[in-house]
């Protein structure tokens, strides 16, 4: 299964677009926001001119409108892994503005003395809102952390935590400083024998890897589109039961079944046209990567697409790691063995002992390479880690469309900074 990397380059304008030193952009700031294909700008453009309207309605556009909203939920279903069909998928603003909607509505159902599990591997939008409706409802909370001699979250340490008070454990799927990805699947089978339900943080798994909904059998799972090539939202998939059992807090003429039931105000016609877009990209990718002249399911060609760039992804991951390996005084914050990849994503976060992370991003943005340096909403983690927390890590973030010439250039740039 070979990556057609070239086809998929030309697919996104900005990374042909020339920077301050006259050559294309290096863009390894992808775990803060990927770069678009033309194809979901069009969708976007096409909804917004042709098909703009609310949806309810007897006329066309209206009904136009109406179909796009239905099919970006019933892809996204299929693109995560859900057997639901579109009804367990609520399609919001971010995943951060999902979560708080979320946390008010579980925590209508604890009681005071109840007990809720975070973790420290998450990022800021999987622990505040989880503190604050806590903190309201008299519930406490108790942190997983992860292990740092291997950057996991283990069961026996999650079993230590749980105990029958516990209502919720919130899990990151892969964690947006360490590219961690953590083995959650054993945890949540944890999770569901002592009774709580399981809240999952996919934000950053589903870039790099086929999200499996079903085989996990979490509850409810979130992740956030912008981050795969998509438009600004935030997308939960949640057992239908959960969705239908849970009373939310809405405005009275809002559906009281469904996705409408968690999805406030007017919907984002025009995004949801660019997450069908964005859905069907990876499904044409795993089409141009498919060794046979089989017809895939939409489902089968992006497990397809995953595969194939994984393979691609892990051969960047382990080039830069291994060129960051070479340089004095850095230091990687994350797993680094190469036999270990299947357990990151392309994350590599560093600091470097005579420079600021601040300092070392803002050379780098002057030699055309866009990265992010900060402890990026990560606080749990950059916490754990002894981290300055004003200054954090220099993240360099890469997606299925960066190239080892450009890890090169990044390590070359690097090398000369430090
Ligand atoms: C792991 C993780 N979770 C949550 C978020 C928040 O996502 P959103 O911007 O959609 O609220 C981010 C954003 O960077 C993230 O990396």
């Not at 997983?144 to 026996?156: A, T």
């Amino acid at each position: 299964m070979e990556f057609p990397l070239e086809k998929v380059r030309a697919a996104f304008p900005a990374l042909n677009v020339e920077g301050r030193n006259n050559t294309p952009l290096v863009y390894f700031d992808n775990p803060a926001g990927t770069q678009v294909p033309v194809a979901v700008a069009n969708a976007m453009s096409d909804a917004i001119l042709y098909g703009n309207a609310n949806l309810g309605g007897a006329f066309d556009t209206s009904k136009l409108a109406g179909d796009i909203y239905h099919h970006a939920h019933r892809v996204m279903a299929e693109f995560l892994g859900s057997p639901c069909q579109g009804e367990g998928i609520v399609i919001a603003q971010s995943m951060t503005a999902i979560t708080y909607n979320f946390s008010r509505a579980l925590a209508r159902n604890w009681q005071a003395d109840d007990e809720i599990i975070i973790t420290s591997s998450d990022h800021d939008g999987n622990v505040s809102p989880w503190l604050q409706a806590a903190k309201d409802s008299g519930v406490r909370v108790r942190t997983l952390r992860f292990r740092e001699d291997d950057w996991q979250l283990h069961p026996d340490d999650l079993k230590a935590l749980l105990s029958p008070k516990t209502r919720l454990v919130a899990l990151n799927h892969a964690n947006n400083m360490t590219g961690s990805i953590n083995n959650i699947a054993p945890l949540i089978t944890l999770a569901r024998q002592a009774g709580a339900q399981t809240y999952i943080d996919a934000v950053q798994y589903a870039p790099h890897r086929l999200v499996d909904f079903a085989a996990l059998d979490c509850d409810y799972l979130v992740c956030s589109s912008y981050k795969f090539f998509g438009p600004h939202l935030g997308i939960l998939v949640g057992k239908p039961e959960r969705l239908a059992a849970l009373e939310a807090y809405k405005v009275r003429p809002a559906p009281n079944f469904g996705s409408g039931k968690f999805e406030h105000g007017t919907p984002q016609i025009e995004l949801l046209a660019g997450l069908i877009a964005c859905v069907e990209y990876f499904a044409d990718l795993g089409r141009a990567c498919q060794n046979s002249e089989e017809t895939l399911s939409r489902r089968a060609a992006i497990a397809c697409a995953f595969a194939a760039q994984t393979v691609h992804e892990n051969a960047l991951a382990r080039t830069l790691i291994s060129g960051l390996q070479q340089i004095k005084g850095i230091t990687i914050h994350g797993i680094t063995a190469d036999n270990r990849l299947s357990e990151r994503v392309p994350t590599i976060s560093i600091t470097a002992t005579r420079h600021s992370s601040q300092d070392i991003a803002e050379q780098l943005a002057a030699r055309g390479i866009s990265c992010w340096s900060g402890h990026n909403y990560a606080l749990e983690t950059a916490t754990q880690l002894g981290l300055d927390l004003e200054d954090g890590v220099v993240r360099l973030g890469m997606a299925h469309y960066n190239t080892l010439a450009e890890v090169e250039t990044v390590l070359k740039q690097l090398n000369e900074i430090l």
